[in-house]
């Protein structure tokens, strides 16, 4: 059973509702409480009606036979519906006259912008579609995407769905090892890369990432390189073509592939319990659907809407808010390539400000940034825009809900914290802007046409304000459906511990209100500033490191990130936890993962805390850590003289 400290489950229990004024409701995309409360029972109480209801406001080339199938696994959505994504997201937007709105607003870090308005993403789309199809690549085949947040991604990320071709990104910011392990894995036939990226005034290599990656991967077809920074890369002739040279006199009109509602369209690796980066399969047009009303509603989206998300393409979520939900709904969405405190703290308000953004979504860890650096910041800058605030990728504490509402907001803007997955793609706990009430800390409530549940180590369902493992009872169309290559792990993972339901491996509340609050990680993946890591994928990088005998990684609370690794170390004979055996550990982390993964500490122990069976009890080395004391169960330890030792080593460094 998940623990919760005391001092939190009294924090839920005394929290309050905060109700959205009477004007706020009237403006809304659904302009009544009572009107969505019905719309919400009965998405519960007759979810076919409500999904068929749903997708019948998108366009369709073929109706569907069956509205769901909710057996899960196995479960479907729309059987024999046919239609487009990427008709959804433009193409149905300029049927209804919307040429001219803004699309797409792009901004490089170097301060470098580029416009389009649906009609001219729409010709730049169908361009690049007509790119991919010379190389011979139709539905069903496999583009891998390593960009960072370009125009070019998002063209080309539409063009895929304009194809139906599976299309995988991945964060620009992984090394050529995580890159070689997701691309040998995928068997992409194409490679959309740039020269190279900005982050912090300094060039990322991409180009360079992808040529040691590839080696000899027998599947490439071919490199289509963005030329971003126009540093000198090498080009392999007859797989490597620059994007700009490739898209002069294409042709200007692409028709979109038909596809069937539960046809794959998006791979997307995240890290495994095992280490090894799971292939997370969703169907594209399902993926669509799901999101214009979860996005609709989330985000209070209207078509005048000037929409940010903070987050990078190599995450689901920009994927969910950034294209999908923004698109579908006809808004302008914004694209930041950089870092949000470059070249100064302020760039995050410059960008408001200038773009007068009133939806923003962004993670907690941008919030709790902001609130570090002080509200003298935003001063210079006109915030007034600021509708909707919504946010996921980790818990989102109270303190930084009202730092937001207060400071950022000026008590003037809708604060909807999330839980979602890259499983579940969207999030089915969340609030409706403007609708339902917000509660400081809180994921919001169980969402339209959801069935969420938290139930005990039998699977029995708890009563409110009991600490229990949260599960999906019912699908929802953007739902994982199986796993790449690995439909067996899919089932084991994901639905063997409760039969009939999705397992979350989140530990949760339900309050008496009605409002979720996800307290964390029931296995060993936990979210670093947004980004899901695996323990093991670090653990397994670090044991690489000459010298390293053993390693064990934890997640531990940070005020900005939420969580960061800390990371305890065994070293063989003969060497010594010095700060260059240090650095070559933070270095390997990078070699192979990412910066993002580097421990914030690096304890070096003698000994580990285990079970008879030799596992390493994690659980402890996060107690000591963050409270210094054993307060949980130690029956299944195996020399308690271990523990002793970590707290001392733990102790010693911290003087």
């Known amino acids: 059973m998940p623990e919760v400290r005391p001092e939190e489950l009294k924090m839920i229990k005394e929290s309050k509702l905060y109700f959205p004024p009477p004007d706020k409701v009237k403006q809304s995309v659904m302009g009544s409480v009572d009107a969505f409360n019905a719309l919400l029972r009965r998405s519960w109480e007759d979810p076919a009606a409500f999904w068929a209801d749903v997708a019948g406001e998108l366009y369709w080339m073929q109706p569907w036979e069956k509205t769901m199938e909710d057996r899960m696994p196995g ?41 389009f308005t649906y009609r001219m993403l729409h010709t730049e789309v169908c361009r690049f579609a007509n790119v991919i199809k010379s ?58 890369t740039a020269d190279g990226g900005y982050r912090r005034g300094r060039e990322m290599p991409l180009k360079s990432k992808v040529d040691e990656a590839v080696g000899d991967l027998s599947s490439i077809k071919g490199v289509v390189v963005v030329k971003r920074t126009g540093s000198e890369v090498s080009m392999q002739a007859g797989r490597d073509h620059w994007w700009h040279e490739l898209m002069a006199g294409v042709p200007l009109d692409c028709p979109p592939e038909p596809m069937e509602a539960n046809e794959p369209g998006l791979v997307f690796y ?71 405190d470059w070249p100064k703290p302020d760039r995050f308000y410059q960008m408001i400000d200038k773009y007068r953004v009133n939806k923003l979504f962004t993670a907690p860890t941008a919030i709790r940034m902001l609130m570090r650096f002080g509200e003298e910041l935003m001063k210079p800058y006109d915030l007034s825009c ?36 890259t499983e579940t793609s969207g999030c089915p706990l969340a609030g409706a802007a403007w609708i339902t009430p917000m509660k400081p800390g809180s994921c919001g409530i169980q969402f339209l046409g959801a069935q969420m549940d938290i139930v005990d180590e039998d699977n029995n369902p708890v009563p409110p304000e009991t600490p229990g493992n949260l599960i999906i009872r019912r699908p929802i169309p953007m739902m994982v459906r199986t796993l790449w290559k690995e439909p067996e792990r899919y089932v084991r993972e994901y639905f063997s511990q409760v039969p009939g ?121 996060k107690e000591i850590v963050v409270t210094g004391e054993i307060k949980g169960d130690i029956t299944g330890l195996e020399d308690m003289a271990a523990v002793e030792k970590v707290r001392e080593v733990v102790a010693a460094q911290r003087r």
Request: include cysteine.
């Open 75 to 115: 479960f479907r959505f729309f059987v024999g519906g046919v239609t487009n994504p990427c008709y959804n997201l433009i193409d149905r937007h300029l049927d209804q006259g919307a040429d001219n709105r803004m699309a797409l607003i792009w901004e490089g870090e170097d301060y470098q912008t580029k416009f």
């Open 135 to 192: 190389f011979g690549l139709a539905k069903g085949d496999r583009v891998a995407i390593f960009l960072p947040n370009l125009a070019e991604t998002v063209i080309a990320v539409l063009a895929c769905y304009r194809l139906g071709v599976l299309f995988n990104t991945v964060f620009s910011g992984f090394s050529e090892r995580a890159l070689h392990d997701r691309l040998v894995n995928y068997e992409p036939q194409l490679i959309i």
């Open 270 to 340: 995240t890290s495994g319990t095992t280490g090894k980066p799971k292939g997370i399969v969703h169907s594209s047009v399902a993926f669509v659907v799901n999101n214009y009303v979860y996005g609709k509603f989330h985000m209070d989206h209207h078509s005048n809407d000037m929409f940010w998300c903070t987050a990078d393409i190599g995450w689901l979520t920009m994927h969910i808010w950034g294209i999908a939900g923004a698109l579908a709904n006809g808004v302008t969405t914004i694209f930041y390539e950089g870092a949000l």
């Open 386 to 421: 600021l509708d909707v605030l919504s946010l996921v990728g980790e818990p989102f504490n109270p303190e930084a809900w009202h730092w937001a509402y207060n400071n950022l907001g000026k008590r003037r803007i809708y604060i909807n914290n999330t839980w979602g997955q």
């Open 501 to 621: 339901a999705y397992y979350a491996n989140d530990a949760a509340i339900k309050d008496k209100d009605g409002h979720f609050w996800v307290t964390g990680r029931i296995d060993d993946v936990f979210n670093v500033a947004g980004h899901r890591l695996s323990t093991m994928e670090m653990e397994s990088a670090i044991i690489e490191c000459p010298g390293v005998a053993e390693a064990a990684v934890i997640g531990v609370p940070d005020e900005i990130k939420g969580l960061v690794p800390v990371a305890f170390v065994t070293l063989r004979q003969g060497y010594t936890g010095d700060p260059a055996m240090e650095e070559a550990i933070k270095q390997k982390v990078v070699d192979n993962i990412s910066k993002i993964a580097i421990p914030a500490r690096i304890y070096f122990t003698d000994v580990m805390p285990k079970t008879p069976s030799g596992k390493i009890m994690r659980r402890l080395l």
